[in-house]
């Protein structure tokens, strides 16, 4: 089992600069991959951003450029520095860890933190 709790959300201005985090607990060793997503009203959940234990990044285009995702494996967190927010950046942020266990694959869920951004 893998606990996520996340921080950092909140309300910010367009062009605007909101860092979240996320602190993982349990068995931190079996994750592979640990990463953020988001979700707006009345769209599927995306991926925003994500890095394995080796450090290989993925960022969605969107926020290419803007969000840039850092890991602290020593200290079992992940963060996302988001800079030049826009409005359409607004959804709940959802941190996600993949593990592989026995050759199965599981992921978790924090329980997500809001970013509003006003235009």
């Known amino acids: 089992q893998v606990q996520l709790v996340e921080s950092g959300g909140g309300l910010v201005q367009a062009g605007g600069s909101l860092r979240l985090s996320c602190a993982a607990s349990g068995r931190t060793f079996l994750i592979n991959t640990i990463g953020w997503y988001r979700q707006a009203p009345g769209k599927p959940r995306e991926l925003v951003a994500s890095?394995?234990?080796?450090?290989?990044?993925n960022t969605a285009g969107s926020v290419e450029g803007r969000f840039t995702i850092s890991r602290d494996n020593a200290k079992n967190t992940v963060s996302l520095q988001m800079n030049s927010l826009k409005p359409e950046d607004t959804a709940v942020y959802y941190c996600?860890?993949?593990?592989?266990?026995?050759?199965?694959?599981?992921?978790?869920w924090g329980q997500g933190t809001q970013v509003t951004v006003s235009s």
């Open positions: 996600n860890a993949a593990t592989t266990l026995a050759g199965r694959t599981y992921d978790y």
């Open positions: 890095i394995t234990s080796g450090g290989r990044t």
